[in-house]
């Protein structure tokens, strides 16, 4: 079982900055693609960010240039350093990993952009 507690959330008004911290516990060896993903009122998940054990990174098109993911193996932690805040950008963001083929979610945090 694994287990991902997110945290640095919160509320920022636009052109803000946040970033958002991942870890990953539980038995493993090693983990795959970690990503971001985030869900707005009425609307589906949507994927924002991914990297690979090789830091090879994707992002969605509207998060380029503003957001940049990054990872540390050895700590098992995926992070989201979030600049230039839009209100668009409200959403629930979830820590997502694989491991072993099978993919886990954490409970999400709350990002909340005031215009």
């Known amino acids: 079982q694994v287990q991902l507690v997110e945290s640095g959330g919160g509320l920022v008004q636009a052109g803000g900055s946040l970033r958002l911290s991942c870890a990953a516990s539980?038995?493993?060896?090693?983990?795959?693609?970690m990503s971001w993903h985030r869900q707005a009122p009425g609307k589906q998940r949507e994927l924002v960010a991914s990297i690979n054990i090789y830091h090879s990174t994707n992002y969605a098109d509207s998060v380029k240039g503003r957001f940049t993911i990054s990872r540390d193996n050895r700590k098992h932690t995926v992070s989201l350093q979030m600049n230039d805040l839009k209100p668009e950008d409200t959403a629930v963001y979830y820590c997502?990993?694989?491991?072993?083929?099978?993919?886990?979610w954490g409970q999400g945090t709350q990002v909340t952009v005031s215009s």
């Open positions: 997502n990993a694989n491991v072993h083929f099978q993919a886990y």
């Open positions: 539980g038995r493993f060896s090693s983990i795959g693609v």
